[in-house]
């Protein structure tokens, strides 16, 4: 925690409390009035002091969003600051189990890959938009959402005008799915789409899934330099009065902005 080595009774004020961090001063007092950080003291004046404390509570929060995000990093320090650590390792579990769903999804995603042959003739799979949407787990719009952006091209039954899915719009609706759940956009997914569909090959799907599992491993080293910031933060936090949002007690110190 380089920066951090400061003694109990060390005052900062809010500019080098956000030079430290690459932050706006504002960006700091804005933190404080989330819960992101503890409640500053004020001097008798009405400026905010802050102390080391909330150095590591800063580098803390900073280190958890890039594995968490911002509102769950967001929520983990207010639990944390209330008091309230087994709420804040709970929401960390949650995140975590939102990691390990995401590298199923792309486990899925390449197993579906697998799978896929070239456009197939009309089959026994045929199906319409209604049990096709109830079994992939989507609304109706949905795919007629993905037929607007050219993913999906369900032929129209000649007497009726219904759309009918044939196996190989099931495919393709299930591949676009499955990259749906993986973050990836509408434009991004239909040229891959079509290269499958034209069985041209699935390279593009194959770099596709190599970006998309370094960016999960990413994600969990990301987690895991946010746990050694939070870590470091638990004890020093603990060792401060527990700060409330109650008006601080005045102190004499030279003003702060």
Do not use: C
Not at 38 to 52: K, L, M, S
């Amino acid at each position: 925690m380089a920066g951090h080595n400061l003694q109990a009774g060390v005052r900062l004020k809010p500019v080098d409390l956000a030079r430290a961090h690459g932050l706006s001063t504002q960006a700091v007092r804005n933190y404080e009035a989330e819960g992101i950080l503890p409640a500053a003291n004020r001097t008798a004046a009405g400026y905010r002091i802050y102390e080391p404390v909330h150095a590591y509570a800063l580098s803390a929060f900073l280190a958890l969003i890039p594995g968490h995000g911002h509102p769950t990093a967001a929520a983990i320090m207010r639990a944390v600051n209330r008091d309230a650590a087994s709420d804040a390792l709970r929401i960390i579990d949650e995140s975590h189990a939102q990691l390990l769903d995401d590298r199923r999804t792309l486990q899925a995603v390449a197993a579906a890959l697998n799978d896929l042959v070239p456009a197939a003739p009309a089959s026994p799979g045929d199906t319409f938009v209604g049990p096709l949407s109830r079994k992939l787990g989507l609304r109706p719009a949905t795919l007629r959402k993905w037929e607007r952006a050219g993913l999906l091209q369900p032929r129209r039954d000649r007497q009726t005008g219904y759309r009918v899915y044939e196996a190989a719009d099931v495919r393709d609706a299930h591949l676009v799915h499955q990259l749906r759940r993986g973050g990836y956009r509408l434009e991004q997914i239909a040229p891959l789409v079509h290269q499958v569909r034209t069985a041209g090959g699935i390279e593009p799907v194959e770099s596709m899934l190599d970006d998309w599992r370094s960016r999960l491993s990413a994600r969990g080293r990301a987690m895991l330099t946010g746990a050694a910031a939070l870590d470091a933060y638990l004890p020093v936090f603990s060792a401060f009065p527990v700060f409330s949002q109650e008006p601080s007690p005045r102190i004499s110190a030279a003003p702060g902005l």
